[in-house]
Protein backbone atom coordinates (compact mmCIF):
# COMPACT_ATOMS: atom_id res chain seq x y z
CA UNK A 1 0.00 0.00 0.00
CA UNK A 2 0.82 3.41 -0.26
CA UNK A 3 2.50 6.07 1.91
CA UNK A 4 -1.54 7.48 2.58
CA UNK A 5 -3.71 4.41 2.93
CA UNK A 6 -1.38 2.55 5.11
CA UNK A 7 0.19 4.71 7.43
CA UNK A 8 -3.11 6.27 8.41
CA UNK A 9 -5.92 3.85 7.75
CA UNK A 10 -8.50 6.49 6.12
CA UNK A 11 -9.20 3.89 3.20
CA UNK A 12 -11.23 2.05 5.74
CA UNK A 13 -12.82 4.95 7.68
CA UNK A 14 -14.21 6.03 4.56
CA UNK A 15 -15.34 3.70 3.13
CA UNK A 16 -17.07 2.59 6.41
CA UNK A 17 -18.48 6.53 5.91
CA UNK A 18 -16.78 6.93 9.63
CA UNK A 19 -14.54 10.29 9.98
CA UNK A 20 -12.25 10.74 12.57
CA UNK A 21 -11.70 14.51 13.20
CA UNK A 22 -10.38 15.53 9.93
CA UNK A 23 -11.33 12.98 7.96
CA UNK A 24 -13.70 12.88 5.34
CA UNK A 25 -11.85 13.07 1.92
CA UNK A 26 -12.07 11.50 -1.42
CA UNK A 27 -10.82 8.27 -1.49
CA UNK A 28 -7.94 8.91 -4.38
CA UNK A 29 -7.24 11.82 -3.02
CA UNK A 30 -3.28 11.49 -2.86
CA UNK A 31 -3.01 11.23 -6.71
CA UNK A 32 -4.78 14.92 -6.56
CA UNK A 33 -2.63 17.71 -5.66
CA UNK A 34 -0.04 16.56 -8.09
CA UNK A 35 -2.21 17.83 -10.94
CA UNK A 36 -1.27 21.18 -12.15
CA UNK A 37 -4.71 21.62 -13.15
CA UNK A 38 -6.74 20.99 -10.00
CA UNK A 39 -8.88 23.04 -8.75
CA UNK A 40 -11.86 20.65 -6.51
CA UNK A 41 -12.70 20.95 -3.31
CA UNK A 42 -9.16 20.24 -2.04
CA UNK A 43 -6.19 22.28 -4.01
CA UNK A 44 -2.92 24.19 -3.38
CA UNK A 45 -2.32 27.97 -2.87
CA UNK A 46 1.35 27.46 -3.76
CA UNK A 47 1.62 24.78 -7.00
CA UNK A 48 4.95 25.31 -8.18
CA UNK A 49 6.74 24.62 -5.13
CA UNK A 50 8.24 20.93 -4.84
CA UNK A 51 6.71 18.48 -2.55
CA UNK A 52 8.72 17.50 0.83
CA UNK A 53 9.31 14.07 1.45
CA UNK A 54 11.31 13.19 4.54
CA UNK A 55 11.89 9.70 5.17
CA UNK A 56 9.02 8.23 7.45
CA UNK A 57 11.48 7.46 10.74
CA UNK A 58 12.46 11.31 10.45
CA UNK A 59 8.85 12.72 10.85
CA UNK A 60 7.95 9.73 13.61
CA UNK A 61 11.48 11.16 15.38
CA UNK A 62 10.26 15.12 15.28
CA UNK A 63 6.61 13.82 16.24
CA UNK A 64 8.03 12.32 19.48
CA UNK A 65 10.19 15.07 20.22
CA UNK A 66 6.86 17.03 19.89
CA UNK A 67 5.55 15.10 22.82
CA UNK A 68 5.08 17.56 26.00
CA UNK A 69 7.19 16.33 28.91
CA UNK A 70 5.73 16.84 32.33
CA UNK A 71 9.00 18.51 33.73
CA UNK A 72 8.76 21.41 30.43
CA UNK A 73 4.75 21.70 29.91
CA UNK A 74 3.57 24.36 27.26
CA UNK A 75 2.71 27.82 28.83
CA UNK A 76 -0.77 28.94 29.37
CA UNK A 77 -1.68 31.35 26.48
CA UNK A 78 -2.63 34.53 28.36
CA UNK A 79 -4.77 36.06 25.15
CA UNK A 80 -6.74 32.67 23.95
CA UNK A 81 -9.28 31.55 26.54
CA UNK A 82 -9.40 27.29 26.20
CA UNK A 83 -12.94 27.25 24.29
CA UNK A 84 -11.61 29.12 21.22
CA UNK A 85 -9.45 25.99 20.73
CA UNK A 86 -12.50 23.59 20.02
CA UNK A 87 -14.16 26.69 18.62
CA UNK A 88 -11.16 26.46 16.11
CA UNK A 89 -11.85 22.67 15.71
CA UNK A 90 -15.68 22.96 15.34
CA UNK A 91 -14.89 25.75 12.55
CA UNK A 92 -12.55 23.14 11.02
CA UNK A 93 -15.42 20.63 10.82
CA UNK A 94 -17.77 23.08 8.94
CA UNK A 95 -15.64 23.77 6.65
CA UNK A 96 -14.02 20.72 5.41
CA UNK A 97 -17.05 18.65 5.64
CA UNK A 98 -18.35 16.84 2.95
CA UNK A 99 -21.66 14.99 3.48
CA UNK A 100 -21.63 13.59 0.01
CA UNK A 101 -21.63 9.69 0.26
CA UNK A 102 -18.08 7.86 -0.03
CA UNK A 103 -19.83 6.03 -3.18
CA UNK A 104 -20.28 9.16 -5.39
CA UNK A 105 -16.64 10.30 -4.44
CA UNK A 106 -14.91 6.74 -5.23
CA UNK A 107 -16.95 7.76 -8.86
CA UNK A 108 -14.56 10.72 -8.95
CA UNK A 109 -11.52 9.71 -7.33
CA UNK A 110 -9.46 12.86 -8.41
CA UNK A 111 -12.75 15.33 -6.90
CA UNK A 112 -12.69 17.09 -9.79
CA UNK A 113 -15.85 17.55 -10.05
CA UNK A 114 -16.50 20.42 -6.52
CA UNK A 115 -19.14 17.95 -4.47
CA UNK A 116 -19.48 20.45 -2.25
CA UNK A 117 -17.29 24.42 -1.52
CA UNK A 118 -16.37 24.72 2.07
CA UNK A 119 -18.45 27.37 3.48
CA UNK A 120 -19.15 28.35 6.88
CA UNK A 121 -22.54 27.12 6.70
CA UNK A 122 -23.28 25.50 9.67
CA UNK A 123 -24.48 21.80 8.45
CA UNK A 124 -23.03 20.46 11.15
CA UNK A 125 -26.44 21.67 12.57
CA UNK A 126 -28.34 21.92 9.40
CA UNK A 127 -27.38 18.94 7.90
CA UNK A 128 -29.59 18.80 4.14
CA UNK A 129 -32.23 21.50 5.87
CA UNK A 130 -35.46 20.32 7.93
CA UNK A 131 -36.79 18.54 4.57
CA UNK A 132 -33.99 16.09 3.72
CA UNK A 133 -32.75 15.74 7.41
CA UNK A 134 -36.11 15.76 9.19
CA UNK A 135 -34.42 13.59 11.87
CA UNK A 136 -32.52 16.56 13.07
CA UNK A 137 -35.16 19.06 13.67
CA UNK A 138 -37.98 19.54 15.94
CA UNK A 139 -41.19 17.77 15.46
CA UNK A 140 -43.10 17.38 17.91
CA UNK A 141 -44.30 21.04 18.89
CA UNK A 142 -46.29 22.14 15.94
CA UNK A 143 -45.51 25.69 16.06
CA UNK A 144 -41.49 25.29 15.38
CA UNK A 145 -41.64 21.79 13.38
CA UNK A 146 -39.13 21.92 11.17
CA UNK A 147 -37.77 25.34 12.43
CA UNK A 148 -36.46 24.33 15.67
CA UNK A 149 -33.02 22.06 15.82
CA UNK A 150 -33.71 19.19 17.96
CA UNK A 151 -32.18 19.19 21.44
CA UNK A 152 -31.34 15.85 23.12
CA UNK A 153 -33.31 14.31 26.72
CA UNK A 154 -31.34 12.12 28.93
CA UNK A 155 -33.22 9.72 31.49
CA UNK A 156 -31.99 8.35 34.18
CA UNK A 157 -29.52 9.91 36.63
CA UNK A 158 -26.84 8.26 35.29
CA UNK A 159 -26.67 11.09 32.49
CA UNK A 160 -27.05 14.82 31.94
CA UNK A 161 -30.79 15.57 30.94
CA UNK A 162 -29.74 18.02 27.87
CA UNK A 163 -26.99 15.88 25.87
CA UNK A 164 -27.23 15.70 21.87
CA UNK A 165 -29.98 13.96 19.90
CA UNK A 166 -28.80 10.66 20.35
CA UNK A 167 -29.99 6.97 19.23
CA UNK A 168 -30.31 4.05 21.26
CA UNK A 169 -26.33 3.02 21.12
CA UNK A 170 -25.45 6.60 22.11
CA UNK A 171 -24.27 7.73 18.95
CA UNK A 172 -24.64 11.17 18.49
CA UNK A 173 -27.73 12.43 15.57
CA UNK A 174 -26.12 15.75 14.43
CA UNK A 175 -25.40 16.90 10.95
CA UNK A 176 -21.75 16.24 11.42
CA UNK A 177 -20.66 13.17 13.52
CA UNK A 178 -17.16 14.56 14.13
CA UNK A 179 -18.45 17.29 16.63
CA UNK A 180 -19.04 14.65 19.04
CA UNK A 181 -15.97 13.49 18.71
CA UNK A 182 -14.93 14.94 22.38
CA UNK A 183 -16.68 16.17 25.56
CA UNK A 184 -15.94 19.57 24.48
CA UNK A 185 -16.36 20.17 20.88
CA UNK A 186 -20.05 17.98 21.83
CA UNK A 187 -20.88 20.77 23.87
CA UNK A 188 -20.17 23.19 21.76
CA UNK A 189 -22.25 21.77 18.76
CA UNK A 190 -25.12 21.73 21.85
CA UNK A 191 -24.56 25.33 22.21
CA UNK A 192 -25.05 25.90 18.33
CA UNK A 193 -28.14 24.44 18.78
CA UNK A 194 -29.76 26.37 21.24
CA UNK A 195 -28.46 29.47 19.59
CA UNK A 196 -30.47 28.74 16.71
CA UNK A 197 -33.28 28.31 18.64
CA UNK A 198 -32.67 30.84 20.53
CA UNK A 199 -32.63 32.67 17.39
CA UNK A 200 -35.72 31.59 16.56
CA UNK A 201 -37.46 33.01 19.34
CA UNK A 202 -35.89 36.17 19.21
CA UNK A 203 -36.97 36.58 15.24
CA UNK A 204 -40.69 35.26 16.12
CA UNK A 205 -40.77 37.72 18.60
CA UNK A 206 -40.47 40.63 16.14
CA UNK A 207 -42.09 39.17 13.41
CA UNK A 208 -44.98 37.01 15.07
CA UNK A 209 -46.93 36.67 11.85
CA UNK A 210 -44.16 34.48 9.57
CA UNK A 211 -44.86 31.20 8.19
CA UNK A 212 -42.76 27.89 10.00
CA UNK A 213 -40.35 28.56 6.51
CA UNK A 214 -39.79 32.08 6.63
CA UNK A 215 -39.03 31.85 9.71
CA UNK A 216 -36.42 29.03 9.48
CA UNK A 217 -34.71 30.72 6.54
CA UNK A 218 -34.60 34.12 8.78
CA UNK A 219 -33.68 32.83 11.68
CA UNK A 220 -30.98 30.35 9.70
CA UNK A 221 -29.19 33.60 8.28
CA UNK A 222 -29.17 35.34 11.20
CA UNK A 223 -27.46 32.68 12.95
CA UNK A 224 -25.00 32.13 10.55
CA UNK A 225 -23.92 35.63 10.15
CA UNK A 226 -23.64 35.96 13.17
CA UNK A 227 -21.20 32.88 13.80
CA UNK A 228 -19.28 34.42 10.20
CA UNK A 229 -18.88 37.28 12.19
CA UNK A 230 -17.32 35.96 15.39
CA UNK A 231 -14.83 33.68 13.16
CA UNK A 232 -13.36 37.05 11.13
CA UNK A 233 -13.74 39.20 13.85
CA UNK A 234 -13.23 37.66 17.22
CA UNK A 235 -11.40 34.39 16.41
CA UNK A 236 -9.08 35.31 13.35
CA UNK A 237 -7.80 38.32 15.62
CA UNK A 238 -6.90 35.96 18.60
CA UNK A 239 -5.74 33.48 16.35
CA UNK A 240 -3.57 35.60 13.75
CA UNK A 241 -3.08 38.54 16.04
CA UNK A 242 -5.46 41.86 15.23
CA UNK A 243 -2.59 42.83 12.79
CA UNK A 244 -2.26 40.54 10.67
CA UNK A 245 -6.25 39.67 10.74
CA UNK A 246 -7.31 43.19 9.80
CA UNK A 247 -4.33 43.38 7.24
CA UNK A 248 -6.90 40.61 5.52
CA UNK A 249 -10.14 42.19 5.95
CA UNK A 250 -9.78 45.96 6.26
CA UNK A 251 -13.26 46.39 8.47
CA UNK A 252 -15.52 48.86 7.20
CA UNK A 253 -15.12 52.73 8.04
CA UNK A 254 -18.18 55.37 7.47
CA UNK A 255 -17.00 56.01 3.61
CA UNK A 256 -15.98 52.30 2.86
CA UNK A 257 -17.20 48.82 2.93
CA UNK A 258 -14.49 46.36 4.23
CA UNK A 259 -11.65 45.37 2.08
CA UNK A 260 -10.12 42.22 1.73
CA UNK A 261 -5.83 41.45 0.26
CA UNK A 262 -5.85 37.91 -0.72
CA UNK A 263 -2.17 37.74 -1.57
CA UNK A 264 -1.97 33.90 -1.94
CA UNK A 265 -5.37 32.46 -2.00
CA UNK A 266 -6.96 32.69 -5.44
CA UNK A 267 -9.73 30.71 -6.95
CA UNK A 268 -11.39 30.99 -10.55
CA UNK A 269 -14.79 29.87 -10.06
CA UNK A 270 -15.02 28.90 -6.25
CA UNK A 271 -12.94 29.02 -3.00
CA UNK A 272 -11.56 25.42 -2.61
CA UNK A 273 -10.09 23.85 0.03
CA UNK A 274 -6.34 24.29 0.47
CA UNK A 275 -3.99 21.41 1.81
CA UNK A 276 -1.20 24.14 3.34
CA UNK A 277 -4.63 25.14 5.43
CA UNK A 278 -6.23 22.05 6.22
CA UNK A 279 -2.93 19.73 6.13
CA UNK A 280 -0.78 22.41 7.26
CA UNK A 281 -1.02 25.77 8.63
CA UNK A 282 -4.68 25.36 10.56
CA UNK A 283 -3.42 22.45 12.56
CA UNK A 284 -1.93 24.83 14.84
CA UNK A 285 -5.10 23.66 16.88
CA UNK A 286 -3.35 20.85 17.74
CA UNK A 287 -1.37 22.60 20.07
CA UNK A 288 -3.47 24.73 22.34
CA UNK A 289 -5.46 21.96 23.52
CA UNK A 290 -4.61 21.13 27.22
CA UNK A 291 -3.54 17.77 28.47
CA UNK A 292 -6.68 17.93 31.24
CA UNK A 293 -9.82 20.30 32.00
CA UNK A 294 -12.75 21.25 34.13
CA UNK A 295 -15.13 21.10 33.56
CA UNK A 296 -17.43 23.33 35.41
CA UNK A 297 -17.02 23.84 39.03
CA UNK A 298 -17.45 20.10 40.12
CA UNK A 299 -16.04 17.90 37.45
CA UNK A 300 -12.42 18.86 37.43
CA UNK A 301 -8.91 18.09 35.90
CA UNK A 302 -10.62 15.59 33.45
CA UNK A 303 -8.01 14.21 31.10
CA UNK A 304 -8.52 14.89 27.38
CA UNK A 305 -8.74 11.40 26.53
CA UNK A 306 -7.56 7.90 28.81
CA UNK A 307 -4.12 7.24 28.78
CA UNK A 308 -3.42 4.03 26.26
CA UNK A 309 -1.46 2.37 29.77
CA UNK A 310 -4.01 2.72 31.73
CA UNK A 311 -7.10 1.55 30.03
CA UNK A 312 -10.00 0.83 32.69
CA UNK A 313 -12.91 3.30 34.25
CA UNK A 314 -10.05 6.57 34.25
CA UNK A 315 -13.16 9.34 33.38
CA UNK A 316 -11.76 11.08 30.40
CA UNK A 317 -13.57 13.39 27.72
CA UNK A 318 -13.43 11.32 24.95
CA UNK A 319 -16.63 11.04 22.57
CA UNK A 320 -19.34 9.57 21.04
CA UNK A 321 -21.10 8.48 23.97
CA UNK A 322 -24.07 10.45 26.44
CA UNK A 323 -23.09 13.16 28.46
CA UNK A 324 -22.32 11.66 32.28
CA UNK A 325 -24.24 13.47 34.92
CA UNK A 326 -23.15 16.22 36.26
CA UNK A 327 -20.42 17.37 32.84
CA UNK A 328 -22.72 20.03 31.76
CA UNK A 329 -20.31 22.40 30.36
CA UNK A 330 -19.69 25.85 32.31
CA UNK A 331 -18.52 28.14 29.73
CA UNK A 332 -17.65 30.69 31.55
CA UNK A 333 -14.69 28.49 32.08
CA UNK A 334 -13.84 28.80 28.59
CA UNK A 335 -15.04 32.19 27.20
CA UNK A 336 -14.11 35.23 28.83
CA UNK A 337 -17.47 35.72 30.57
CA UNK A 338 -17.18 38.58 32.84
CA UNK A 339 -16.24 36.07 35.78
CA UNK A 340 -12.75 37.20 36.29
CA UNK A 341 -9.62 35.23 35.31
CA UNK A 342 -9.09 33.19 37.71
CA UNK A 343 -11.49 30.43 36.68
CA UNK A 344 -10.60 31.05 33.15
CA UNK A 345 -8.92 28.25 31.48
CA UNK A 346 -6.65 29.24 28.58
CA UNK A 347 -5.77 27.21 25.64
CA UNK A 348 -1.81 26.32 25.55
CA UNK A 349 0.73 28.54 23.80
CA UNK A 350 0.51 27.59 20.29
CA UNK A 351 3.73 25.80 19.91
CA UNK A 352 5.68 22.48 18.96
CA UNK A 353 4.37 20.59 22.08
CA UNK A 354 1.72 18.76 21.80
CA UNK A 355 -0.38 17.56 24.82
CA UNK A 356 0.65 13.77 25.87
CA UNK A 357 -2.93 12.29 24.98
CA UNK A 358 -3.02 13.32 22.19
CA UNK A 359 0.28 10.87 21.33
CA UNK A 360 -2.05 7.91 21.57
CA UNK A 361 -5.29 8.81 20.24
CA UNK A 362 -8.21 6.85 21.50
CA UNK A 363 -9.58 3.88 19.51
CA UNK A 364 -12.57 6.17 18.46
CA UNK A 365 -10.32 7.57 16.70
CA UNK A 366 -7.60 5.98 15.64
CA UNK A 367 -8.06 2.03 15.42
CA UNK A 368 -4.00 1.90 15.92
CA UNK A 369 -3.71 4.46 18.76
CA UNK A 370 -1.35 6.44 17.29
CA UNK A 371 -0.07 9.83 17.73
CA UNK A 372 -1.82 12.81 16.19
CA UNK A 373 1.54 14.46 15.66
CA UNK A 374 2.65 11.78 13.65
CA UNK A 375 -0.36 11.38 11.65
CA UNK A 376 -0.08 15.09 10.72
CA UNK A 377 3.25 14.92 9.35
CA UNK A 378 2.48 11.83 7.63
CA UNK A 379 -0.92 13.68 5.83
CA UNK A 380 1.83 16.26 5.36
CA UNK A 381 3.78 14.08 2.93
CA UNK A 382 1.24 12.05 1.73
CA UNK A 383 -0.50 15.18 0.62
CA UNK A 384 2.96 16.52 -1.21
CA UNK A 385 3.21 19.82 1.02
CA UNK A 386 6.26 22.43 0.23
CA UNK A 387 8.55 22.99 3.56
CA UNK A 388 8.07 25.31 5.68
CA UNK A 389 10.56 27.77 4.13
CA UNK A 390 9.59 27.00 1.08
CA UNK A 391 6.33 28.48 1.61
CA UNK A 392 8.03 31.60 3.90
CA UNK A 393 10.49 32.37 0.66
CA UNK A 394 7.33 32.60 -1.55
CA UNK A 395 5.67 34.33 0.34
CA UNK A 396 8.61 36.95 0.81
CA UNK A 397 9.31 36.15 4.26
CA UNK A 398 12.66 35.62 5.85
CA UNK A 399 12.55 31.27 6.78
CA UNK A 400 13.41 30.48 10.07
CA UNK A 401 16.91 30.13 11.10
CA UNK A 402 18.40 26.54 11.70
CA UNK A 403 19.16 28.13 15.72
CA UNK A 404 15.36 29.34 15.87
CA UNK A 405 14.00 25.68 14.35
CA UNK A 406 15.93 23.90 17.22
CA UNK A 407 16.15 20.34 15.80
CA UNK A 408 19.55 19.68 17.18
CA UNK A 409 18.67 18.02 19.58
CA UNK A 410 16.73 15.10 17.94
CA UNK A 411 18.12 11.83 18.17
CA UNK A 412 18.65 11.60 14.41
CA UNK A 413 21.79 11.10 12.20
CA UNK A 414 23.42 14.25 11.60
CA UNK A 415 22.14 14.79 7.67
CA UNK A 416 18.36 14.33 8.65
CA UNK A 417 18.97 16.81 11.04
CA UNK A 418 20.36 19.32 8.35
CA UNK A 419 17.96 18.57 5.83
CA UNK A 420 15.04 19.23 8.49
CA UNK A 421 17.02 22.29 9.37
CA UNK A 422 17.20 23.18 5.31
CA UNK A 423 13.70 21.91 4.69
CA UNK A 424 11.15 21.36 7.41
CA UNK A 425 7.31 19.88 7.51
CA UNK A 426 5.13 22.67 7.50
CA UNK A 427 3.03 21.86 10.08
CA UNK A 428 6.25 21.94 12.33
CA UNK A 429 7.16 25.18 11.04
CA UNK A 430 3.66 26.98 11.55
CA UNK A 431 4.44 25.92 15.07
CA UNK A 432 7.39 27.05 15.52
CA UNK A 433 7.09 30.12 13.50
CA UNK A 434 4.52 31.18 16.17
CA UNK A 435 6.64 29.68 19.17
CA UNK A 436 9.62 32.03 17.89
CA UNK A 437 8.05 35.19 16.13
CA UNK A 438 5.11 35.36 18.42
CA UNK A 439 5.78 33.75 21.82
CA UNK A 440 3.24 31.09 21.39
CA UNK A 441 0.57 33.72 21.62
CA UNK A 442 -0.76 33.76 17.96
CA UNK A 443 0.44 32.60 14.53
CA UNK A 444 3.51 34.29 13.06
CA UNK A 445 3.29 36.06 9.46
CA UNK A 446 3.87 32.45 7.15
CA UNK A 447 0.76 30.76 9.22
CA UNK A 448 -0.92 33.85 10.03
CA UNK A 449 -1.11 34.64 6.56
CA UNK A 450 -2.30 31.10 4.78
CA UNK A 451 -4.97 31.28 7.89
CA UNK A 452 -6.72 34.63 7.58
CA UNK A 453 -6.55 34.64 4.01
CA UNK A 454 -8.33 30.69 4.17
CA UNK A 455 -10.86 32.29 6.43
CA UNK A 456 -11.55 35.38 5.10
CA UNK A 457 -11.57 33.91 1.47
CA UNK A 458 -13.76 30.90 2.28
CA UNK A 459 -16.34 33.83 3.52
CA UNK A 460 -15.99 37.08 0.62
CA UNK A 461 -16.42 33.56 -1.89
CA UNK A 462 -19.34 32.58 -0.40
CA UNK A 463 -22.42 34.06 -2.26
CA UNK A 464 -24.80 33.57 0.82
CA UNK A 465 -22.23 35.26 3.33
CA UNK A 466 -22.79 38.47 5.36
CA UNK A 467 -19.73 39.59 3.32
CA UNK A 468 -20.54 38.72 0.23
CA UNK A 469 -24.44 39.82 0.36
CA UNK A 470 -24.22 42.55 2.33
CA UNK A 471 -20.97 43.79 3.31
CA UNK A 472 -21.64 46.87 5.22
CA UNK A 473 -24.17 44.50 7.83
CA UNK A 474 -23.07 44.66 11.42
CA UNK A 475 -24.78 42.35 13.97
CA UNK A 476 -27.83 42.67 15.53
CA UNK A 477 -28.22 40.48 18.41
CA UNK A 478 -27.60 42.09 22.07
CA UNK A 479 -23.38 41.77 22.65
CA UNK A 480 -22.06 43.52 25.81
CA UNK A 481 -20.12 46.10 23.32
CA UNK A 482 -22.66 47.27 20.70
CA UNK A 483 -22.29 46.04 17.30
CA UNK A 484 -18.81 44.24 18.62
CA UNK A 485 -20.62 40.56 18.94
CA UNK A 486 -18.07 37.88 19.80
CA UNK A 487 -18.25 34.55 21.17
CA UNK A 488 -19.20 35.50 25.15
CA UNK A 489 -22.21 37.32 23.45
CA UNK A 490 -23.31 34.26 21.46
CA UNK A 491 -22.88 31.96 25.04
CA UNK A 492 -25.10 34.47 26.27
CA UNK A 493 -27.64 34.60 23.82
CA UNK A 494 -27.66 30.66 23.45
CA UNK A 495 -28.38 30.01 27.48
CA UNK A 496 -30.63 32.73 27.56
C1 LIG B 1 -8.94 17.24 21.21
C2 LIG B 1 -8.88 17.94 20.12
C3 LIG B 1 -8.55 17.41 18.75
C4 LIG B 1 -8.34 16.12 18.31
C5 LIG B 1 -8.39 14.84 19.11
C6 LIG B 1 -8.07 16.18 16.90
C7 LIG B 1 -7.81 15.08 16.09
C8 LIG B 1 -7.64 15.10 14.72
C9 LIG B 1 -7.45 13.96 13.87
C10 LIG B 1 -7.40 12.51 14.35
C11 LIG B 1 -7.32 14.40 12.60
C12 LIG B 1 -7.07 13.56 11.37
C13 LIG B 1 -5.59 13.39 11.26
C14 LIG B 1 -5.19 12.75 9.95
O1 LIG B 1 -5.35 11.53 9.84
O2 LIG B 1 -4.71 13.44 9.06
C15 LIG B 1 -7.44 15.84 12.63
C16 LIG B 1 -7.42 16.66 11.52
C17 LIG B 1 -7.52 18.01 11.56
N1 LIG B 1 -7.58 18.80 12.68
FE1 LIG B 1 -7.83 18.16 14.59
N2 LIG B 1 -8.11 17.48 16.50
C18 LIG B 1 -8.39 18.26 17.60
C19 LIG B 1 -8.49 19.64 17.64
C20 LIG B 1 -8.29 20.46 16.55
C21 LIG B 1 -8.28 21.89 16.61
C22 LIG B 1 -8.47 22.68 17.90
C23 LIG B 1 -8.04 22.34 15.35
C24 LIG B 1 -7.91 23.74 14.84
C25 LIG B 1 -8.13 24.82 15.54
C26 LIG B 1 -7.91 21.19 14.48
C27 LIG B 1 -7.68 21.22 13.13
C28 LIG B 1 -7.62 20.11 12.30
C29 LIG B 1 -7.60 20.17 10.85
C30 LIG B 1 -7.61 21.44 9.98
C31 LIG B 1 -7.56 18.86 10.39
C32 LIG B 1 -7.64 18.42 8.93
C33 LIG B 1 -9.11 18.46 8.51
C34 LIG B 1 -9.41 17.97 7.09
O3 LIG B 1 -8.63 18.20 6.19
O4 LIG B 1 -10.45 17.30 6.91
N3 LIG B 1 -8.06 20.06 15.26
N4 LIG B 1 -7.63 16.23 13.93
Request: charged share 30%; aromatic share 12%; glycine share 10%.
Given at each position: MGDSTDMIGRQTAADEGITAHGASEPAG?????????FQGRFGRMFRTLPPLRPRDEVLDALAGAMRERRDAPSADNP????GYTYLGQFIDHDIT????SSLQRRNDPDA????RTPRYDLDSLYGSGPAVSPYLYESSDRTFRGVKLLVGRNSGA???????PRNQQGRALIG???????TIVSQLQLLFLRFHNAVVDHVRRR?????SGELFRRAQRITRWHYQWVVVHDFLERIVGREMARAVLKPATASSPPVTDLRFYAWDVQPFMPVEFS???????HSMVRGVYNLNEIVT???IFAAADRPGPLEHL????RLPG??????SLFF???????ALQLSRRIDTKIAAPLHALPPGLDRRRRSLAALNLRRGKALGLPSGQAVAAAMGETPLTAAELD???????AADKASLEADAPLWFYCLKEAEVRAGGEHLGPVAGRIVAEVLVGLLAGDPLSYLHVSPNWRPTLPAARSGAFAMPDLVRVALG
Open positions: LDAVPHSPFKIPSFDPVLVDFAFERDDLDPRNDENRPGLDVGAYRFGSVPGGFRAWTVDWPMGRGRAIDRLELP
